[in-house]
């Protein structure tokens, strides 16, 4: 009798906890904007700037000081949060060309693939910068495989690398949109392909000149990284680019409204060329760069439009963040500098893109889910190389012995139950130099990388030596104190030599 009331009374507890987590599985939307600084926004104290949509987000969710993108740069960064795993762990995921092979193993865990097993319906739009193909690279003409598709999303709408760099062409699925087959696309990042005019050669024809790089093939009055000819009916046109990838983003919301769904909604702003619509142009009073600000805005308020019509913001986990820290000149003469207008892009950090400093990868977090997450702000130390891990317990899966070891459950903390998060935080800049957030504590690994980088005019936190700052005391990271802390500096090395040997 005993037994059986035990039994009845463990049944009940499974089933609802079962029935707890059926509830808990919410629609993932995921947006994640381009070289978006840490003080690029008007709910993380930007003035010159506003942006409503985002901030009324940051408003009714919770709002994280210390996230971090794991790199300053963004094909690290993009790995790391579809595989759960260190871009620095593997040769070749720093700044991928345009004609790049697929980085990601297809069969490994990713963030779209586990919850694909969850019963998601997974989809991305946007930038993908992450390689497309086979080795040697994609077939443009072709099917361009593996891609998107065979690493666990549903569906696939992509810029194939960057808004700077060729082809200049939208792939939806395994296909290039729009394309003639007549005139075949053709690519290359080496030797001149075709006849057309090159940014190099035939400045006058362009609509915004280039300052650095950026002056192979012209499209659409801007000349690119990379040379690129044929495909002249699929070509985007940047202008339009923000409202068709948010067109994109809200039909795949309304196609799989009836499912739980995960889009992941990479933007192409704030990146260069910054060419938001007529719309935005000259709205901001910065230029081009805040006039893309404007645009991000706008784009996540139509996406909240959306799930609003739906009926789905209240199940919907929204997330937006950033893939690395800001940069103000990227490559073109695009008045980003001259019409700064005491806009700090980084906020009170030091350094920015590209950047061993702090700036180069903590950037904005904002979660919004209401009812499951807190609202306000939270100071816990977050990784975005955490989310698989944490968006794997919030919906009931399981990450395999050897999978994405580099992600942590941080669930709690994403949740806004857990105050703490990460015990430490691994970033990557550029020269692939290594440096560790722990406690008050930012230590930067000795390098022989360059001080600044004199185009972007960044400061790139290279030093030979080692360099060890309180960030609660020294935020902007301007007095080195690794010779008056030796023991600190001694359990970073240790705690550095430990994940890298992990
Ligand atoms: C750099 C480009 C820069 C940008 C960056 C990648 C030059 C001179 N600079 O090499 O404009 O495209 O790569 O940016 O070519 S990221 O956000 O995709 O990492
Ligand atoms: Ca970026």
Redesign the pocket.
């Known amino acids: 009798m005993k037994n059986r009331f035990l039994f009845l009374f463990c049944s009940v507890l499974v089933f609802s906890g079962l029935a707890v987590q059926a509830q808990q599985k919410p629609n993932i939307v995921l947006i994640y904007a381009?070289?978006l600084g840490y003080g690029d926004l008007s709910c993380y104290g930007a003035t010159k700037v506003k942006t409503p949509n985002i901030d009324r987000v940051a408003a009714e969710g919770l709002r994280f000081t210390n996230a971090h993108a794991t790199s300053a740069?963004?094909?690290p960064s993009r790995y790391s949060l579809l595989t759960g795993q260190y871009a620095w762990r593997k040769t070749g995921t720093g700044?991928a060309p345009g004609d790049a092979a697929l980085l990601i193993p297809t069969n490994r865990v990713t963030l779209p693939g586990m919850l694909q097993r969850a019963g998601y319906q997974t989809g991305v739009v946007g930038k993908w910068?992450l390689g497309l193909g086979p080795k040697g690279g994609p077939d443009w003409n072709g099917d361009i495989k593996p891609g998107p598709l065979e690493i666990g999303f549903n569906y696939s709408f992509l810029l194939p690398a960057?808004g700077?760099?060729v082809p200049c062409v939208y792939v939806e699925n395994h296909r290039i949109v729009g394309l003639n087959p007549s005139d075949p696309v053709q690519v290359s990042y080496k030797d001149p392909i075709g006849t057309e005019p090159t940014g190099k050669a035939n400045p006058e024809l362009l609509k915004m000149m280039f300052s650095?790089?950026?002056d192979q093939t012209i499209i659409n009055g801007v000349s690119r990284?990379g040379y690129m000819s044929g495909g002249k009916s699929a070509r985007w046109v940047d202008e339009e680019m923000a409202d068709v990838l948010t067109g994109k983003v809200n039909q795949f919301i309304e196609t799989n409204q009836k499912s739980p769904f995960f889009v992941y909604f990479s933007t192409h702003d704030i990146?260069?060329p910054r060419m938001p619509h007529s719309r935005f142009v000259g709205k901001s009073g910065m230029g081009p760069r805040g006039d893309a600000i404007l645009q991000l805005d706008y784009c996540v308020g139509e996406v909240m439009k959306t799930l609003e019509r739906l009926g789905l913001k209240d199940q919907t986990m929204v997330i937006i963040s950033s893939?690395?820290g800001p940069v103000v000149d990227?490559?073109y003469q695009d008045e980003a500098v001259a019409k700064l207008g005491g806009h700090t892009p980084a906020g009170p950090l030091r350094g920015g893109?590209y950047s061993a400093f702090d700036a180069g990868t903590r950037v904005p977090f904002i979660v919004r889910w209401p009812g499951n997450v807190k609202t306000g702000t939270s100071d816990a130390l977050l990784s975005q190389v955490d989310l698989l891990a944490s968006l794997a317990v919030l919906t009931g899966q399981k990450v395999g012995e050897g999978e994405a070891t580099d992600s942590f459950n941080t669930l709690n903390a994403l949740l806004g139950k857990d105050p703490k998060g990460r015990d430490y935080v691994i970033e990557h800049a550029l020269n692939n130099t290594l440096s560790i957030r722990k406690g008050n504590w930012k230590y930067i690994e000795p390098s022989q990388g360059p001080v600044v980088q004199k185009?972007t005019n960044t400061e790139l936190g290279n030093n030979p030596q080692p360099q060890l700052y309180n960030l609660k005391t020294d935020l902007g990271e301007t007095k080195n104190v690794a010779g008056q802390n030796p023991q600190v500096v001694a359990e970073m090395v240790a705690l550095l030599k430990s994940v890298k040997e992990g």
């Open positions: 381009d070289d740069t963004c094909t700044i910068h960057t700077d760099r650095h790089g950026h990284i990146h260069v893939d690395n990227d490559g893109k185009n």
